[in-house]
Every structure is written in C-alpha cells, then in structure tokens.
C-alpha cells in the first residue's frame, strides 16, 4: 500500500494539529479515555474476566476504545492496550493484582537482560494488538484519528527492574548507578523492541503513535539525556524512516525545564505536556517548537464546576497562538463524572 502522508495535506484535526495548523478550536481526546470511569468499560471488562484478557481480546479491546468516541465524538482514539505488554513479549512474566495493579518478572541484571527475546520475536505474543487497530482502523468515524502507543524505554524499564510501579523508580535508579554499561543495555533493547511494536501498529493502520514516558520527570542531568531524550529521538527516527510523515507525540511526563527544547531535540511533531506546568509557560518556551497537547490537571473532571469551565478556557486561550491538542496532563481518574467530560468538551467547543 502506498504511503500518502507526505503528499496528501491531512483533513483530521488531530493530524492538521499535528502538521503544526493553528486551528481556532483545537482538537481534543484524553489519556486513559476508555477506562473505569465508564459503565460501559466497567461491563466490557467484566465481560472479559481480567485486564490482560481484555487487552488481547481483539474484538473487545477494539469495543472500548470506541465507547468514548460514542459518548463523546472525540478526535482521535487511543489504542486500548498497557505499556507493559512489550516486556511480557519480551519474555518476562506478567500479571495484575486486583486492586494493586501489574506486577512482573524482574531484570535486575546482564544475565537478565541478555535471557529477553530479541525485537523481532516480539511480534507472536503482540499479534493481537494489531488486530485491534485493524478492527479500528475499520470502525472508526472517518473523521477520528487513530493513535497508537508504547511505553518509552526509561518507563518500561522501571516496571522491569522492580517487578511493579514505585513511587521513585528507586530499583532502576539502583541498577543504573550499579551497572551503568549493564543498564544501557536494557534500554536499548527496549528501544528495539519499541520501534518494532510501534512499526507493526502503523502497518496495521495506526495514523499517529505516542511515546509515554510517564517516569522521565525523575531523571536528571546526563541520566535524562541517556535514558529518555535519546531512546525517544532513535525510536522517532527509524520510525520516520520506515513511515516518511508519520506524526508522533512525545510525553515526558514531569520534564519541567526538560520539555524546552525536547521536540528539536527527538524529532517529535508534539510534545504532550503534564500539569505541573502551566499553559502560559509552555505556550512562550515550548509551543515556539510546534504543536503542544495537554494539560488539564485531571482532578478537575472529579471536582467539576466552574473551576473545570474556567482551567479549561484558560488553556485554549493560553495556546491559541499555535498548534495545539487539548488533552489532560496525565490519565483521567476512575473517579471522574463522565459528565463533566461533557462539561470540558463544551467549554472546548463552544
């Protein structure tokens, strides 16, 4: 099939956005918008039993990721699936406990890191996943985009080594102090495996992909420079090269100073941005690079109001002068009133 992104100017808003068009209603989705906020997710999942059941259940991971695109008419869906399915298809076991979230093998070493299967063999345990963009690539309203994801190497990783989330990715942290040369090499195993998993995604009709880093913000100095900004530049540049045009948005979550600079720097269309910045200063220093997403703090679709309608405002307005998506600064809570995404979308559009 021929690749028409370079020569075709793109219609969806998201995509216009994207290829860096002021647009004076930006467009708009939400991190984790298919999720427990919802009933209809809520019986979905119950329908498939357990979580990694519904993540490699085609048919019903392709069903939740369009129930917020019905309830809502978002402009872009989100591929349902977890950034920790590329380290299960790696060869490292992978399990959620109820109620206290994944759990996994650990990697805590060379012998560790050597023992994971090599990119190429990750496609098998994934061959699900693509199915479910192929199922939405279908379904989708012809003027929704479809985003689809992966984990940057740094947070993966962090996941790998401590066998859970942690407050202050305090295992990785050891094992890179420890091991520096022994460590690189998981993120850079991890970074080949992404390329690949992101590739397969866009063979299967994915027309944007995302890169989350949600634990970049506690990295610092040369260690930010080594395990987030350039995993992420090469993960963007051999997929540009094998995608001439595809768009990508990079979020290092929590960068601060970092995010200046981190579009030039990797290669990303878009820089997503968290809420411990605020939309004034990242429209003046790092809007100047391109389209910017974000940062509605997600607490506000809980408490609702006329707090909600005035944040929202107030980011649109703060970046009216480019290209913008508006999205939250990290996932919607499962406490959210869907409502007030109502609500949000309303003071969005007018």
Request: proline content about 6%; hydrophobic content about 45%.
């Amino acid at each position: 099939m021929t690749d028409t992104r370079q020569t075709e100017a793109p219609t969806k808003t998201i995509l216009r956005a994207l290829n860096g068009e002021r647009q004076a209603v930006p467009p708009v989705w939400m991190m984790r918008q298919a999720g427990r906020y919802l009933p209809e997710y809520r019986a979905t999942r119950a329908q498939a039993g357990d979580f990694l059941s519904l993540c490699y259940t085609p048919e019903l991971a392709a069903e939740v990721t369009l129930q917020p695109i019905r309830r809502y008419g978002f402009d872009a869906a989100i591929l349902f699936a977890d950034i920790l399915l590329i380290g299960q298809a790696m060869g490292t076991k992978l399990w959620f406990a109820e109620g206290e979230g994944p759990r996994m093998e650990t990697v805590t070493d060379r012998e560790a890191v050597a023992a994971l299967k090599p990119a190429e063999a990750i496609h098998e345990t994934l061959s699900p996943i693509y199915e479910t963009v192929r199922i939405l690539s279908r379904e989708l309203p012809r003027e929704t985009a479809l985003i689809g994801f992966a984990g940057a190497p740094w947070t993966v990783a962090t996941y790998m080594v401590a066998g859970r989330g942690t407050p202050d990715q305090g295992p990785a942290h050891a094992f890179k102090q420890r091991d520096r040369e022994g460590f690189a090499q998981l993120i850079d195993r991890l970074t080949a495996a992404t390329i690949e998993y992101l590739s397969e995604q866009v063979n299967a009709g994915a027309e944007v992909i995302k890169i989350f880093d949600s634990w970049a913000g506690s990295l610092k100095g040369a260690d930010f420079d080594d395990f987030a900004l350039k995993p992420t530049a090469t993960i963007i540049a051999a997929l540009k090269a094998r995608h001439p045009g595809l768009p990508i948005i990079a979020f290092p979550r929590e960068a601060g100073d970092r995010y200046v600079g981190f579009a030039r720097a990797t290669g990303a269309d878009c820089v997503a941005l968290d809420n411990s910045v605020s939309a004034e200063w990242a429209a003046a220093h790092v809007q100047i690079d391109g389209c910017v997403q974000g940062n509605l703090a997600p607490h506000h679709l809980v408490e609702g109001g006329a707090a909600l309608v005035r944040e929202t405002k107030r980011i649109v307005q703060a970046f009216s002068g480019g290209a913008h998506i508006f999205n939250l600064g990290h996932g919607i809570t499962p406490q959210a009133d869907p409502e007030n995404v109502h609500r949000m979308l309303e003071a969005i559009r007018g």
